[in-house]
């Protein structure tokens, strides 16, 4: 049960977390922060440092990137620009020792820069624009009590060493409002570990204790006995859904925060930002026209608005588990970092509900969240396509990747909308490194944008085409290696890392970061994520798309989200689009010589 193996993980290793369900009992009777030290810490400390790059490898990088996105003479003023900034004795090499001064100072510096400029300034509310939903696999049930004793599968996670911390850092923390910026909390880190979790059903918030005073956790049953007793008590929906306040604009919310000053509401406050999750218990939301399981993504991202389950959250919560009465289920993540049984006869603490003073300014602000919430989901535009006609198998059997042709079809669909060659960016783990999250690759190529051009060109042959599709296909690998990503060279990271120290150290702004080719190498049309899991990623509401697909043998998900307030933009549209491409790829890949 995924429930069970969160809590186990709140007082184990962040490996733990991620092993089967039956290898878990061992874990049960070790010491809560004794394990959450070592994971924060054993396997942290092993890994290396992210890396500096050096300064005229990431310059001549960011040259070859700005150079299918802008015209041409916007290209060649860059490269004065870029050339005067890394001469010899220059501010670009002063700004590069202070940034290498720093990064010995700091595990990683990559994770410091990610978190001053987007997750903890932005303003917006994290609903859509920056939680991460993760959309799992429908449970075979449709009930109240087949959603509360459902066991949930766990998965498995394989390969090289990984830095776990962020899985130790998922439990037990909170994103907490401020009213310029918001921070974050580990509570696990912090004293006593909390041995509690907060559940909401309708609207209203549990504590439930998941541990005994020897230390054992609760078993399944024990847990189920208490999720009935909060369900079956809780019949009616709380008329002051404070839940819905997380989903405010970060300023909006944060004074609303502030002004929660009395002991009432301090306590119920304290207890679910305390908790090592939240668990949500939701009711199912309609399917009318479901082709794709778009509800789905719908209940996992926001709730399906304030008159379904949106007040069912507590959106600053860095883990919630959500659990619907059809079978629909998955994960809201912040994006911050983002066994068995042992029976027992001791008695069951009983869960706890939460109460809170709301005044009538509050009660106001909950109905303004509730309107905002609402708009911002009419706002919300997202698309799913279940591409069934191919999948990994067929492209591995033409010796071709699967990330690189889906890549190649996103540029190709853009393309062939907007006749523009796209910014197009791809999320690259960096966790080989000590605290590492996630690098930007820059996956528009002069390459690849000479491809999109030529596809459809009138004048090209099918040969020509062809050998353009096998030619970026076959080197994308190639590309990978001479970026150096997921070695730690991280362009966009480092120039706005250099950047930064040129506002740390109050240094006039040098000419490169005020052209307009730094602002388009930031203003990128597509973010883009290969996962295991289907979910969306967070969406820049200044931007494009946010994209996330998952690659199986033979077929491929792909879902895609944007603002209706982009005019330009739709998913719909999209996503027919890349639809096409991808056969019409298949089409010439089958008339190109195989590669060897």
């Not at 002069?446 to 004048?459: G, I, L, R």
């Not at 200044?542 to 996330?548: A, D, E, M, R, V």
Request: charged share 20%.
């Amino acid at each position: 049960m995924f429930l069970i193996l969160c809590i186990v993980f709140a007082g184990g290793s962040a490996v733990d977390l991620f092993e089967s369900y039956e290898t878990m009992t061992e874990s049960w009777q070790v010491n809560t922060s004794m394990l959450v030290s070592r994971c924060s810490h054993a396997s942290v400390e092993g890994l290396p440092r992210v890396p500096v790059p050096p300064l005229r490898k990431t310059c001549e990088g960011y040259l070859s990137a700005l150079e299918p996105i802008i015209e041409e003479d916007e290209w060649k003023r860059a490269k004065q620009l870029v050339e005067a900034f890394m001469k010899r004795g220059g501010v670009g090499e002063e700004l590069q020792r202070s940034l290498e001064r720093k990064a010995c100072n700091t595990d990683n510096w990559t994770t410091d820069l990610w978190g001053k400029l987007e997750y903890f300034g932005n303003r917006s509310p994290v609903v859509i624009n920056a939680n991460v939903p993760i959309v799992c696999p429908r449970l075979d049930f449709r009930d109240k009590q087949g959603q509360i004793s459902e066991t949930l599968p766990a998965e498995n996670l394989g390969g090289k060493p990984l830095c776990m911390e962020q899985y130790s850092q998922l439990l037990s923390t909170c994103r907490i409002p401020g009213l310029e910026r918001d921070s974050v909390v580990f509570h696990a880190k912090i004293g006593n570990p909390p041995k509690h979790i907060t559940v909401v059903y309708n609207s209203q918030f549990f504590v439930v204790e998941v541990y005994h005073n020897d230390g054992t956790p609760l078993t399944v049953d024990q847990l189920c006995v208490q999720m009935e007793s909060i369900c079956t008590s809780t019949s009616e929906t709380n008329t002051e859904p404070v839940g819905i306040l997380t989903t405010l604009d970060r300023d909006s919310w944060s004074k609303a925060y502030l002004s929660m000053k009395d002991q009432t509401n301090k306590e119920s406050l304290s207890a679910i930002e305390r908790s090592i999750f939240t668990l949500c218990l939701d009711r199912a939301i309609p399917r009318e026209s479901d082709k794709y399981g778009t509800c789905d993504f719908h209940l996992i991202t926001h709730g399906g608005g304030s008159q379904w389950n949106s007040a069912n959250r507590w959106f600053d919560k860095s883990l919630q588990i959500i659990v619907a009465e059809d079978g629909s289920w998955g994960l809201n993540l912040i994006h911050i970092v983002a066994d068995g049984t042992v029976t027992s006869i001791l008695p069951l603490p009983m869960p706890q509900k939460l109460h809170f003073h709301v005044t009538p300014d509050i009660k106001e602000i909950i109905e303004q969240a509730k309107r905002s919430m609402d708009r911002n989901i009419q706002n919300f535009d997202l698309s799913v396509l279940v591409f069934d006609h191919f999948g990994k198998n067929y492209l591995k059997a033409h010796n071709m990747s699967p990330d690189a042709f889906i890549q190649m079809a996103i540029q190709l669909a853009y393309y062939r909308m907007n006749k523009q060659v796209c910014a197009s960016y791809e999320a690259v783990s960096q966790r080989m490194f000590r605290r590492g999250r996630v690098s930007l690759l820059l996956s528009t190529t002069s390459v690849s944008a000479a491809f999109v051009k030529a596809f459809d060109d009138p004048q090209n042959t099918v040969d020509t085409r062809a050998f353009w599709l096998v030619f970026f296909l076959h080197n994308i690998n190639l590309y990978f290696i001479l970026t150096d990503v997921i070695g730690g060279h991280d362009i966009v990271a480092h120039i706005i890392a250099l950047r930064l120290q040129a506002v740390e150290n109050k240094l006039p702004m040098p000419d490169i970061f005020r052209d307009i080719s730094y602002k388009k190498i930031l203003n990128y049309q597509f973010v883009t994520s290969n996962t295991g899991s289907v979910g969306v990623h967070q969406v820049d509401e200044n931007s494009g798309y946010s994209l996330c697909y998952s690659v199986h043998n033979s077929h491929f998900i792909i879902e895609m989200a944007t603002f209706n307030t982009h005019k330009r933009l739709n998913t719909r549209h999209l996503i027919q689009n890349m639809k096409d491409a991808l056969l019409d790829m298949r089409a010439l890949l089958e008339q190109a010589p195989r590669a060897t």
